[in-house]
């Protein structure tokens, strides 16, 4: 069984720019949630996704937003980046099916300049 | 509000020997789940071991078992026999259980050591 995919492992984005990245969940898994990690703040939750509808939220601006398909595969989006948002992104599937076993996808590497 | 606190920022250990990592948690929620995570340098987070508030039993995994002890709040991970593999970041990490509640507070982490 294939496990959390995240695509891309690595971007370097400008000030002001906005950028996507991607979480392809285990097989079977219908929720996905993301996670910001700073050495400054540690591991901080966005906010999480189950059959397409975002339901948790975490105390971050709007200029972070996310969505999820049909196929549970979710993007999460940040817009006007900072320099302040150079960071590890994590994204995390669980089944919610009896099991509370959470797994972490590689992550992907932001830097901002 | 839920808290998880690891006061042990780093640990050196001699390779063979048994570690115990401490996590102390907060929470006001009946039901939740406790969970274990390493973080090598390549940041990949791979879960080790999930322990039930409710759990009879303390949970192991190969090498890897949890010390809970639900009236002092702590859930402590236990490696035994350490390997080189097992150097590290640990992360301690809870949520409340119930549909719904996918979101994990973490700790700050151990960074973990094993010396040849």
Known sequence: ?113 | AQKITQTQPGMFVQEKEAVTLDCTYDTSDPSYGLFWYKQPSSGEMIFLIYQGSYDQQNATEGRYSLNFQKARKSANLVISASQLGDSAMYFCAMRRLGVGNEKLTFGTGTRLTIIP
């Open chain 1, 1 to 113: 069984k294939a496990g959390v995919t995240q695509t891309p492992r690595y971007l370097i984005k400008t000030r002001g720019q906005q950028v996507t990245l991607s979480c392809s969940p285990i097989s079977g898994h219908r929720s996905v949630s993301w996670y910001q990690q700073t050495p400054g703040q540690g591991l901080q939750f966005l906010f999480e996704y189950f059959s397409e509808t975002q339901r948790n939220k975490g105390n971050f601006p709007g200029r972070f937003s996310g969505r999820q398909f049909s196929n549970s595969r979710s993007e999460m989006n940040v817009s006007t980046l900072e320099l302040g948002d150079s960071a590890l992104y994590l994204c995390a599937s669980s089944s919610t099916g009896g099991t509370n076993e959470q797994y972490f996808g590689p992550g992907t590497r932001l830097t901002v300049t």
